[in-house]
């Protein structure tokens, strides 16, 4: 009798063992297979996004110079018209980020800076000056320099920057639906997202380039 219960006890135990390790074959290879497939996604959403603008402004330059010992006043005009296209972009494939299988989180630990790009066109007109000083490589940078100033200060005062940050949050949200539909946990700048909305909290700074 002993002998027919010791064997059932035996058995039993070898069911739950064989049980134990069938679960855990199975847990780990869903974690395995959740964690490629968190990565693939992650790779899916981690892209380029552009928001482009265009400004426009008509720019008076002029300047004065003494020659000769100062005995002479020299002075260069020009009507410049400048046309520009501006990009703001966010390169996600900069995304870092690490995966806990085991807790089933994924972390955002780095967001890139975007990058403001400037492309002016410039159209000159009534260029004007003296014999004795005329108009040079130097000036012509010094015009580049402050139209270039003049385009971010418009830039800085439009909605591009906004509208970049508006997309930024649109595409990050992709990281939440991904996590939350595998029943994931994301978290970013150690702060659990919890839904779309959380990404908004956060300050995407800018880089002026």
Do not use: C
Request: hydrophobic share 40%; proline share 2%; glycine share 2%.
């Amino acid at each position: 009798m002993r002998k027919i219960l010791f064997g059932i006890i035996i058995t039993l135990l070898i069911l739950w063992t064989y049980q134990l390790y069938k679960r855990h074959q199975e847990r780990s290879a869903y974690l395995e297979a959740n964690t490629a497939l968190i990565q693939q996604e992650v790779k899916n959403v981690r892209k380029l996004i552009v928001t482009e603008g265009h400004f426009s402004q008509v720019f008076n330059y002029q300047q004065s110079e003494k020659i000769l010992a100062n005995l002479l006043t020299t002075e260069k005009k020009a009507l410049v018209v400048v046309n520009a296209d501006v990009t703001v972009a966010y390169d996600l494939s900069k995304v870092d980020f690490e995966i806990d299988k085991d807790n089933q989180t994924l972390y955002i630990t780095g967001i890139p800076e975007p990058e403001i790009k400037i492309f002016p066109d410039l159209k000159y007109y009534d260029i004007s000056s003296d014999y004795l000083n005329p108009f040079n490589e130097k000036d012509f940078n010094k015009i580049k320099d402050q139209v270039n100033a003049a385009i971010q200060k418009k830039i800085n005062n439009s909605g591009l920057k906004e509208n970049a940050q508006n997309r930024l949050i649109t595409e990050l949200s992709q990281f939440y639906v991904l996590t939350n539909s595998m029943n994931w946990k994301l978290v970013y700048n150690n702060e659990v997202i919890e839904n779309k909305e959380d990404w908004e909290r956060f300050n995407y700074s800018f880089t002026e380039n």
